[in-house]
């Protein structure tokens, strides 16, 4: 994410959503616009806790490959969509992958 030149940063975002049409809707706006080149869907069961109270619910997962250096740009539009308050919007690098793979993310996230 600090990193300017023209090698991509290789990452995972984790964002959760409370229902698989949110969840979905906002894939597909990642996607769209680039900013992502595959966010994968999976239902979780979260435990956690908001405002000193523990809760505990039905949640998507998504868990969206990108180039991190459009970071910003993703967790603006992730707000954007988001219905929660404070979104969880949490990224890692990717430290390895598959050559092919690294490049097909390369090529299917807009660059700048």
């Known amino acids: 994410m600090k990193n300017r ?9 984790w964002v959760t959503a409370p229902s698989r049409t949110e969840a979905s809707a906002i894939a597909e706006a990642l996607v769209k616009s680039r900013l992502a080149a595959c966010v994968s869907l999976t239902p979780i069961h979260s435990i956690y806790t908001w405002r000193e109270t523990i809760n505990k619910e039905e949640e998507w997962q998504l868990t969206i490959k ?13 707000k954007s ?12 690098p990717i430290i390895a992958g598959s050559t092919p793979y690294l ?10």
């Open 103 to 112: 490049n097909w993310i390369s090529e299917s996230v807009v660059r700048g």
């Open 81 to 92: 969509l988001h219905s929660y308050e404070v979104p969880e919007i949490i990224a890692t």
């Open 5 to 13: 030149s023209d090698e991509p940063e290789y990452g995972i975002v």
């Open 66 to 78: 990108t180039d991190l250096r459009q970071f910003a740009r993703l967790e603006s539009t992730v």
